[in-house]
T-cell receptor
Framework: DAGVIQSPRHEVTEMGQEVTLRCKPI?????LFWYRQTMMRGLELLIYFNNNVPIDDSGMPEDRFSAKMPNASFSTLKIQPSEPRDSAVYFC??????????????FGQGTRLTVV | AQTVTQSQPEMSVQEAETVTLSCTYD???????LFWYKQPPSRQMILVIR??????QNATENRFSVNFQKAAKSFSLKISDSQLGDAAMYFCAYRTITPKSGGSNYKLTFGKGTLLTVNP
C-alpha cells in the first residue's frame, strides 16, 4: 500500500483565495483525521470522519474551513477565504477502528500551506 | 476530555547514550492506547511504539522501550544507544479503545512534543 497520500505537498496562495487540500487514506481504513500543525499550537485535530461521516468537527476554526469525505477513498479540506494565520502544515491521517479494537493512525506527509 | 502533557520541550543526548522522554496523561477511561510518534525534519509522522493500557508488560521495539505506569498515568519513552537519526520531535498520543455511541471518542490526542537533539 502506498500509505496516506496528500496533495499538494506545498501550497502558496494569496490572502482571500480558496485553498483545497486533498487526501487519499489507506485502503480499508474507516477513520480519517485532519490535523493542523503550527509552532505555537502544536498538533490540533480539526475534524475526523468515521465511515465517511463527520464525527467531531469541534476543532474546525471557523466557517471558512470545511471538510468533506464523499467516499471511503477521498477527502478534502477547504479554506475559503484563506488568511495569513491559516499558514501551517496540514496532515491527513487514517486508521481502522472496529467495535473493540483499532489500529494506530498512519499519517500522510502533510501539506505546507503558506498564505501571503 | 483527555489531555496529554509533555513537560520537556527540548532534550539532548550524546550519541550512544540513553535518554528518557516524559509523558503524562489524564483520562477517566480504563482501556486505551498510548503511542509515541517521531517527526524528523522531513515532517513525516512515524509511529515509534504502541502500548495497550490493559497490557501490564511494557512495549519494546528494538532500541525503544516504554515505562508505562497506569496508576500514575505516566508513559515515558526510553531510547537506548541513541543515534544521530533519532534526532526529531517526539509526540506522545492517547486514543481510547472503547467506542462511545457514534464513535465520538475515536480521536487521537497529542501532547505538544519534545524536540530531541543527538550530539555526536
Amino acid at each position: 500500500d502506498a500509505g496516506v497520500i496528500q496533495s499538494p505537498r506545498h501550497e502558496v496562495t494569496e490572502m482571500g483565495q480558496e485553498v483545497t487540500l486533498r487526501c487519499k487514506p489507506i485502503s480499508g481504513h474507516n477513520s480519517l483525521f485532519w490535523y493542523r500543525q503550527t509552532m505555537m499550537r502544536g498538533l490540533e485535530l480539526l475534524i475526523y470522519f468515521n465511515n465517511n461521516v463527520p464525527i467531531d468537527d469541534s476543532g474546525m476554526p471557523e466557517d471558512r474551513f470545511s471538510a468533506k469525505m464523499p467516499n471511503a477513498s477521498f477527502s478534502t479540506l477547504k479554506i475559503q477565504p484563506s488568511e495569513p494565520r491559516d499558514s501551517a502544515v496540514y496532515f491527513c491521517a487514517s486508521s481502522w477502528q472496529g467495535a473493540s479494537f483499532g489500529t494506530e493512525a498512519f499519517f500522510g506527509q502533510g501539506t505546507r500551506l503558506t498564505v501571503v | 476530555a483527555q489531555t496529554v502533557t509533555q513537560s520537556q520541550p527540548e532534550m539532548s543526548v550524546q550519541e550512544a547514550e540513553t535518554v528518557t522522554l516524559s509523558c503524562t496523561y489524564d483520562t477517566s477511561e480504563s482501556d486505551y492506547y498510548l503511542f509515541w510518534y517521531k517527526q524528523p525534519p522531513s515532517r513525516q509522522m512515524i509511529l515509534v511504539i504502541r502500548q495497550e493500557a490493559y497490557k501490564q508488560q511494557n512495549a519494546t521495539e528494538n532500541r525503544f522501550s516504554v515505562n508505562f505506569q497506569k496508576a500514575a498515568k505516566s508513559f515515558s519513552l526510553k531510547i537506548s544507544d541513541s543515534q544521530l537519526g533519532d534526532a526529531a520531535m517526539y509526540f506522545c498520543a492517547y486514543r481510547t479503545i472503547t467506542p462511545k455511541s457514534g464513535g465520538s471518542n475515536y480521536k487521537l490526542t497529542f501532547g505538544k512534543g519534545t524536540l530531541l537533539t543527538v550530539n555526536p
